[in-house]
């Protein structure tokens, strides 16, 4: 169940990511469709994280192309937003609430350009939209969960972008945080915003997502929720991995080719 | 006069120092640093070889390029050689200052640079080396000069970078993906370093460059949580370990640059106390800020 | 040469014992240095390296002599005293490790040099030589002094023989250890007093600048060997003393110089030999295995184009030009011709006068690269939904590394099947057919 969409916002062409030298990612195929609320999702180690990271050429890909706005995202990194998992900066960081949603205004500065008014004002109404704005100069290392991952949506939307890039922003946040962020993506993708969410939790995604992207290393299925999220595709993709395609894998890691025709040839 | 002039110098050194310090030790890179502040042990000596002097710009540049390469080094190995990186970096450094070690000792009697200066730097002799014009005005120790523009650069460089270097440092993934190089701000700062370390080195030698690199600012991120304080009170306590370093020396009749250490260290471990002391009381206090915050979701 | 020869025939008998001496402290802080490098913890030697200067100035302090015991002694405690701080920081306050280490190894090393430049200017005679353990003497192994770093060292040996099982188990995996009951905190201890233990009587020859390579580099160099951690510890301390033995050597050749900088050139120089050109991990040695693997792929490529050729015409041992070659597949037409001619020279191709025609071999070498890649092809569109007119470009890749035993099992689960996606037929190989399913 692999749905393609006229105009995509997204297109990934024959995507293969390897981490030295192993494939995590399969010739991913896709195509995304503009002003969805978008849910990947599949198991630990599936490439979810990894999928988004290549999209927007965080790492490196193996082959393929991935085009947004159907340009190459070098040229339009100034509309698109990504927020990070949150254990990937270290919240012990000497910041205050202000100054990591200030770093969203950054990309829209040039070099030697000081953030103004404007950008601050930006940033506070960004703090204000998930309910964070009584919390300017509070230090980043006093947050809890929840509250760091307002704070680091708060920067993403003070970036204005028009395609956002989520991983995981409901892992470890509380009950009311989760509910506060599903309420503004699903304002976002109704003002046409798109919003690609790496998601873990099965229970959720019919009520949050659009559309679904199954994954588990390979791609399983791409499409609105109602189709692609079903039973049988849902025990495809957390039935394990294929053991050939992890063995080719293991194989062109070691990228030792075995001396066949020696074989052959006694 | 003499105990301002290297009260001066050393905190001149110390407030580069420092600045760059904190960089370090929020990227987790202090370790690099002193790597960097030994690999330019050869580079000074062949310099001084070269050009028969040791204040020339080409020098410090000469000397400033073999600490990026070392880390230019520390990299390849890591990821050519599958070598891990802490292995990487013990490896490198101690060959390039092997190598310095080699050249002081072979060379004694056309440099003039010996194992004591390598080790703990002759910031005592700094009032000795005076710059003098054709006219006969004295205008104070040439030192005073190369670590004063050396500041100079620093703080220029910070400022410039402000932003750049704090994103970078912060979240890589995010500045990448916002289009600002983490590779570029990384090799920056890791030639400043380099060079911060060269002006330093006559002053405290190549070892301690190193605790002027991590005590204050490790001292400062225990004080604040601000990053912009914690780059004045770095520089504060770079200012003044060289103060108390000078006056611990004269008292005890020692070297000033292991006196300066010390006092960076006996600085640090009154920040430890009284940021652990302030932590308990946080936590006995039942209006502490993590209350309020969890009180107001 | 004179004095290599006059070395070497070890008249002297202090050379003899400042050789042997040397050897034993280099190999055995390497020995040590191969399980802190195993728990990455490499950095941490510099630490304690470098703290034990304040220990031997105070020991010296207080007893006024330089009783090599004495300071052992000394040293020890502040070189402990450093790990135990650095724990203390790391555990109890937002500072990470390598601050930490940063921060012990240069405060520690300051009071170590504040404490020496006061005793060198108090004027005590005795003090001449305290300075030797900054950067080594390998000379002053002699006498009383000798036997006391040997004994230390011999019983380090020991311990590591004694408990050679629970380090290798800390080493690799913590974690594991903890599950199956070991005394963690115990094994930790030992490692850490091993470690200090290895640096304190290095520091005679090496000198305590430089003592972390002596930690660190002989066993970097070893890993580039082995995968085996016996033979790892083995090769580390082979290194470690021949290291050591040149150390020897620079002190009788030229009793001025400090010998731990010539110590750390000579290891520096066996772990770059290692690094470049030691067999499979080298780094020459993986350039150059994947020049052949690249290689590999493009005689491959060129009998598959050969075989393609063949299947368009019904008639696969005819001559064909570089022309015809290049018209079924863009090669590069020197790389093609390079190509030819070690295929040639392997056999699987003959040329006559400037056309080239498949061996036996050569076609059945070139059918079966065609054979994977049109199963490859099958098993994406049928197993990774891939649609069939994207799956050539990563079967073009795949049809290279697959094994004859990844072959079979890719033929069983599909089942042999006749066409691939595009509905070009699948060649298979008569009797290997037979062998495959036997083989089963």
New interface residues.
């Given amino acids: 169940m692999?749905e393609q969409v006229e105009n995509p916002i997204i297109e990934v062409?024959?995507l293969?990511v390897s981490y030295d030298k192993k494939p995590v990612l399969?010739?991913i195929?896709l195509t995304l469709p503009k002003g969805k609320l978008i849910g990947i999702i599949g198991p630990n180690g599936a490439g979810k994280s990894t999928l988004i990271?290549s999209m927007?050429?965080?790492v490196p890909q193996s082959?393929g192309f991935v085009k947004m706005f159907d340009q190459d995202i070098?040229d339009i990194?100034n509309q698109?937003?990504?927020v990070?998992q949150r254990e990937?900066?270290?919240w012990?960081?000497?910041?205050?609430v202000l100054?990591?949603v200030l770093?969203g205004r950054?990309?829209k500065?040039g070099?030697?350009k000081?953030?103004r008014k404007a950008d601050k004002e930006v940033a506070i109404d960004s703090l204000r939209k998930v309910g964070m704005e009584?919390?300017l100069h509070?230090?980043?290392?006093?947050?809890?969960g929840?509250?760091q991952q307002r704070v680091f949506l708060a920067?993403s939307l003070a970036?204005q972008a028009d395609l956002y890039f989520m991983d995981e922003p409901f892992a470890g946040v509380?009950a009311?945080t989760e509910k506060a962020i599903i309420q503004l993506l699903k304002e976002m993708s109704s003002d046409n915003k798109t919003v690609v969410v790496v998601h873990h939790d099965l229970q959720s995604v019919t009520q949050y997502f659009d559309w679904v992207i199954l994954l588990n290393t390979?791609?399983?299925a791409s499409g609105p929720t109602n189709k692609a999220f079903t039973h049988e595709l849902l025990e495809e993709t957390y039935g394990g991995k294929?053991t050939?395609?992890t063995?080719?894998a293991d194989?062109?890691k070691q990228?030792?080719?075995?001396n066949?025709?020696k074989?052959?040839?006694k | 006069m003499n105990a301002f002039w290297i009260i001066l110098t050393g905190s001149l050194v110390a407030i580069s120092c420092g600045l760059l310090g904190c960089y370090l030790v929020?990227r987790k890179m202090t370790m690099i640093g002193d790597a960097i502040s030994h690999s330019v042990l050869p580079g000074i000596v062949l310099a001084f070889l070269i050009s028969g002097s040791r204040d020339s710009i080409p020098m410090l540049i000469g000397a400033g390029l073999l600490g990026v390469l070392s880390t230019f080094l520390i990299e390849f190995f890591h990821r050519k050689g599958k070598l891990q990186t802490d292995a990487s970096i013990g490896v490198t450094f101690t060959w390039l200052f092997a190598i310095g070690v080699i050249l002081v000792s072979s060379y004694t009697g056309q440099v003039d640079i010996d194992q004591d200066c390598v080790l703990y730097g002759e910031i005592a002799y700094v009032p000795l080396d005076l710059w003098i014009t054709e006219n006969g005005i004295n205008l104070g120790p040439r030192s005073v000069y190369i670590s004063g523009t050396v500041l100079l650069i620093i703080i220029t460089f910070i400022w410039?970078g402000?932003?750049?270097l704090?994103?970078t440092?912060?979240?890589p993934?995010?500045?990448?993906?916002?289009?600002?190089s983490t590779t570029i701000w990384h090799y920056l700062l890791m030639g400043a370093v380099s060079i911060t370390t060269v002006a330093s080195f006559e002053s405290v030698g190549a070892i301690l460059v190193v605790a002027l690199l991590v005590t204050p600012a490790s001292t400062a991120?225990l004080l604040?949580?601000?990053?912009r304080?914690?780059l004045y009170i770095s520089a504060f306590v770079g200012v003044l370990l060289s103060f108390g370093g000078y006056y611990l020396a004269v008292w005890l009749n020692g070297s000033i640059a292991g006196a300066m250490a010390t006092t960076g260290g006996i600085i640090f471990g009154l920040a430890f106390i009284y940021s652990k002391n302030k932590q308990r009381i946080l936590q006995t206090n039942p209006t502490t800020?993590?209350d309020q915050?969890?009180r107001?979701? | 040469m004179e004095t290599i020869l006059d070395f070497f025939s070890f008249n002297n008998v202090n050379v003899i014992y400042v050789t042997i001496g040397s050897m034993l402290l280099t190999s055995s802080a390497a020995i040590v240095g191969t399980f802190t490098f195993l728990k990455r913890k490499a950095l941490v030697g510099d630490a304690v390296s470098h703290s034990i200067l304040p220990g031997i100035c105070l020991a010296f302090m207080l007893s006024g002599d330089k009783n090599p015991l004495y300071l052992i002694i000394g040293a020890f405690i502040t070189g402990w005293l450093s790990l135990i701080i650095i724990d203390l920081i790391t555990s109890k306050s937002?500072i990470k490790e390598d601050s930490a280490i940063a921060l012990i190894l240069s405060v520690f090393f300051g009071i170590g040099i504040l404490l020496l430049t006061i005793i060198q200017k108090s004027g005590n005679a005795e003090q001449t030589g305290l300075d030797h353990f900054l950067f080594g003497n390998a000379a002053a192994l002699v006498g009383s002094d000798l036997v006391t770093f040997t004994i230390v060292a011999l019983i380090l040996l020991i311990v590591v023989y004694l408990f050679f099982k629970e380090l290798t188990l800390l080493a690799f995996d913590e974690d594991f250890a903890k599950t199956i009951g070991m005394p963690i905190r115990l094994i930790e201890l030992i490692l850490t007093t091993l470690t200090v233990m290895a640096v304190v009587i290095g520091i005679q020859a090496v000198g305590i600048v430089l003592m972390a390579a002596m930690l660190i580099t002989p066993v970097a160099a070893a890993r580039f060997w082995t995968d085996k951690i016996k033979v790892l510890i083995l090769l580390a301390a082979i290194f470690g003393a021949f290291s050591g033995l040149s150390g020897a050597f620079v002190s009788y050749a030229a009793p001025a110089m400090p010998t731990g900088p010539w110590i750390v050139v000579v290891i520096s120089t066996i772990a770059f030999i290692s690094f470049f050109f030691a067999p499979k991990k080298g780094i020459i040695s993986r350039a150059i295995?994947?020049r052949?693997?690249v290689q590999?792929i493009n005689d491959e490529n060129i009998l598959k184009s050969l075989y393609q050729l063949g299947e368009q015409d019904q008639e696969y041992y005819t001559n064909r030009t570089i022309e015809d070659i290049i018209q079924r597949r863009p090669f590069n037409t020197s790389v093609l011709k390079k190509g030819l001619k070690r295929l040639k020279k392997?056999?699987?191709m003959e040329s006559k006068s400037g056309t080239w025609q498949f061996t036996k071999?050569g076609k059945?070498?070139g059918q079966r690269t065609v054979k994977l890649h049109r199963l490859w092809e099958t098993?994406?569109t049928k197993?990774?939904?891939?649609?069939p007119d994207?799956?050539h470009?990563?079967a073009d890749?795949?049809e290279?590394?697959?094994?004859?035993e990844?072959e079979s099992?890719?033929e069983q689960?599909l089942e042999y099947p006749e066409l691939d996606p595009h509905d070009s037929k699948i060649p298979y190989q008569k009797n290997k057919i037979k062998n495959n399913s036997t083989q089963v």
């Fill in positions: 692999i062409h024959d293969t399969w010739d195929d990271k927007l050429d965080l082959s070098k990194r698109i937003s990504y990070p990937s900066v270290d012990d960081f000497p910041a205050s100054d990591i770093m950054y990309g500065l070099f030697f000081r953030p009584n919390y509070r230090q980043i290392s006093q947050l809890s929840g509250q920067r970036q509380d009311a390979r791609l399983i294929l050939l395609l063995e080719v194989l062109l990228n030792e080719l075995p066949r025709e074989k052959v040839n | 929020l410039l402000y932003k750049e704090l994103i440092t912060f979240d993934a995010l500045s990448v993906a916002l289009g600002i991120y604040t949580n601000n990053f304080k914690m800020a993590s915050i969890n107001s979701i | 937002k295995k994947q052949n693997v590999q392997q056999g699987y071999e059945n070498k098993y994406l197993y990774l939904r891939i649609a994207h799956v470009d990563d890749t795949i290279h590394f697959l094994t004859p990844l099992r890719l689960l």
